[in-house]
């Protein structure tokens, strides 16, 4: 048995999130079904560095399996791009040694929230930014709240109910906003992040940014370690999962 990592693209708009679920499109699911075709029937399950939400994206999403097929390297993009739906895509493979986990061995992800200024919201963009309308956030004092959030924080506040760990501290590397032509852009990196974690910090520095609260206000809500905090969560097809970070 060989173990191929991959890096995985996909447009998450018709999926039901990333992770297998009874009697729903998921990119789970699309995956191993064109693995087991590749293996004639034999069921390969691949493992992801984590699960994505319905409707959010992915540009770097890295998973893993084991495979007794002994292929050349390039011939696993080009199979299984055949076998795969258009809106999934493999753009890296290679072999690794057993040892590497897509889940356990990342040492941090790196999201991307898009929101749009345009005056008209194109048709071909509504799947994949957040159009702010008339709206026209104030940058610098979401730059100024996002500082707040920079570092290791308890993130109760910032994730759903839903979340079943019971470790809510994660840190926060790095977390810019920035303005690129029609786009006003959030990055963020992280060592791990909540369930609807980034979402929430996406929907509450915008609320900041059209004046409605601020900073000092994120970090009182970030202090108080409460999912009772009103945080409101981002919509999900403005979020992508760019990348994730490995030891080298």
């Not at 890295?62 to 895509?89: C, E, G, M, S, Y």
């Amino acid at each position: 048995m060989q173990r191929v990592k991959a890096i995985v693209s996909y447009d998450g708009t018709r999926f039901s999130g990333y992770q297998i679920q009874p009697g729903m499109r998921t990119v789970q699911l699309e995956i191993d079904k064109a693995l087991v075709k590749m293996h004639k029937d034999k069921e390969i399950f691949s493992v992801a560095s984590g699960r994505t939400d319905s409707g959010v994206h992915a540009n770097g999403q890295v998973i893993h399996f084991d495979t007794p097929l002994n292929l050349p390297i390039d011939r696993w993009k080009l199979a299984l791009n055949v076998l795969l739906p258009t809106d999934i895509r493999l753009v890296e493979v290679e072999y690794v040694s057993e040892d590497f986990h897509a889940r356990y061995s990342a040492t941090g992800k790196t999201y991307v929230y898009k929101w749009s200024y345009s005056e008209v919201h194109s048709p071909f963009e509504r799947d994949f930014s957040v159009h702010l309308g008339r709206s026209h956030p104030d940058i610098e004092l979401m730059k100024e709240a996002a500082a707040y959030l920079i570092g290791t924080h308890d993130f109760t506040s910032f994730c759903s109910s839903k979340t079943a760990t019971s470790n809510k501290v994660r840190t926060v590397r790095m977390l810019t906003l920035e303005k690129k032509g029609d786009y006003l852009i959030m990055t963020i990196e992280g060592n791990g992040f909540l369930y609807n974690m980034v979402r929430s910090i996406a929907g509450m520095l915008l609320v900041v940014g059209n004046g409605w609260k601020t900073p000092a206000d994120v970090k009182q809500i970030l202090e108080s370690c409460s999912r009772k905090a009103n945080v409101k969560t981002a919509p999900a097809h403005g979020l992508y999962l760019d990348e994730v970070s490995y030891k080298d």
